[in-house]
């Protein structure tokens, strides 16, 4: 059952995510996906309104749009260096998220954004003017979303706020050498084979290292692979009911804004951070947000459903590769 606060978080990310690619679709904005995407994911990881984790995510985006153009500027030509320095960058980013700061979302959102961006800067016709506005845009617009959906719908009851679980120094290089060197895993595989339209598993292998540890990575890996499979099916279905009016807006709209409700309804029922729920609305808003009226959804659907499934799947591998070199050693055992 959902409580009177679980339903005002799922009216807040079906309102943030559905007015985001309401506004890319109809002002004809490029990367509709962010502006679908990047809503979804403060409102479903920050279900209390903080200002703090606000001004994080907003400070996210010029971060990692530095980042990434310095890399892709100065070391393009040098595979090998260009690595070596996004391993320097994941680093950085794990620091921050596993710290006693409570930085969090600006390591994450810093390391998914520059993630993307490196993923579309390895294609020479790449324009970066385009790009770079989206992501300074999508990033603008659901911040104002984030505080309009909150005073539109707010908690009615207050809720308990998060305590990072206390780690000892060799716990934490432990954590940050994980998810440093499984990104750049990700980076290096992505740039050496040329995959098409690759970009929804390449997010995935990102995404699901925000859960740190190596039972939290799994986790979060097993609920994406559910989570992005039924996504993939519910606009499968959807576009073969509405096959012959997919170009009419409303219509369109109003099926994305029941799945939107649905999967935000599910995220906010399992109270625990990104799980099922929380990865079906996000598969859901990117399968939305990177189709033009011109494409097809259930061959694009079924496409990334089956590239996700199987980088997730070497990504866990990888995981437990490194999780168990890491324990070898001393200063990165994780078990005490």
């Not at 959102?109 to 970066?128: D, E, Y």
């Not at 790009?131 to 809720?159: K, Q």
Request: aromatic share 12%; glycine share 8%; charged share 10%.
């Amino acid at each position: 059952m959902l409580g009177p606060n679980d339903w005002r978080q799922a009216s807040r990310m079906a309102f943030g995510g559905f007015v985001g690619w309401a506004l890319a679709t109809l002002l004809g904005l490029p990367y509709a996906l962010y502006y679908a995407v990047y809503p979804l994911v403060l409102l479903g990881l920050s279900p209390a309104c903080d200002r703090h984790v606000a001004l994080q995510f907003l400070t996210s985006a010029p971060t990692a749009m530095v980042a990434a153009g310095l890399m892709i500027a100065v070391f393009s030509a040098h595979p090998v260096a260009m690595t070596v320095v996004y391993l320097g960058f994941a680093m950085f980013c794990f620091t921050l998220m596993t710290g006693p700061r409570k930085l969090f979302m600006y390591g994450g959102v810093s390391l998914a954004i520059s993630s993307g961006l490196l993923h579309f800067g390895s294609h020479p016709q790449m324009a970066w003017q385009p790009l770079f506005w989206a992501i300074a845009g999508s990033v603008s617009v659901s911040v104002a979303l984030y505080i309009v959906s909150f005073a539109l719908f707010p908690d009615v009851e207050p809720r308990a706020p998060r305590v990072p679980p206390a780690r000892t120094t060799p716990q934490r290089r432990h954590l940050i050498l994980l998810g440093a060197l499984a990104a750049t895993a990700s980076f290096a595989f992505f740039q050496a084979v040329d995959l098409s339209d690759s970009l929804s598993a390449q997010m995935a292998t990102v995404l699901i290292l925000l859960g740190l540890t190596h039972e939290g990575i799994w986790s979060a890996g097993r609920t994406r692979l559910v989570g992005s499979v039924i996504g993939s099916i519910h606009a499968v279905l959807v576009q073969v009911a509405i096959a012959y009016h997919s170009g009419f807006w409303p219509l369109t709209a109003a099926v994305l804004l029941v799945g939107l409700l649905w999967f935000s309804a599910a995220h906010a029922r399992e109270k625990n951070g990104s799980l099922e729920g929380f990865a079906a609305v996000t598969a859901l808003a990117i399968l939305f947000g990177l189709l033009t009226p011109a494409d097809d959804m259930v061959g694009n659907s079924l496409y990334r459903g089956v590239s996700v499934v199987v980088a997730i799947a070497l990504m866990l591998v990888l995981i437990s590769l490194l999780h168990r070199a890491l324990n070898r050693f001393a200063p990165t055992r994780w078990d005490a």
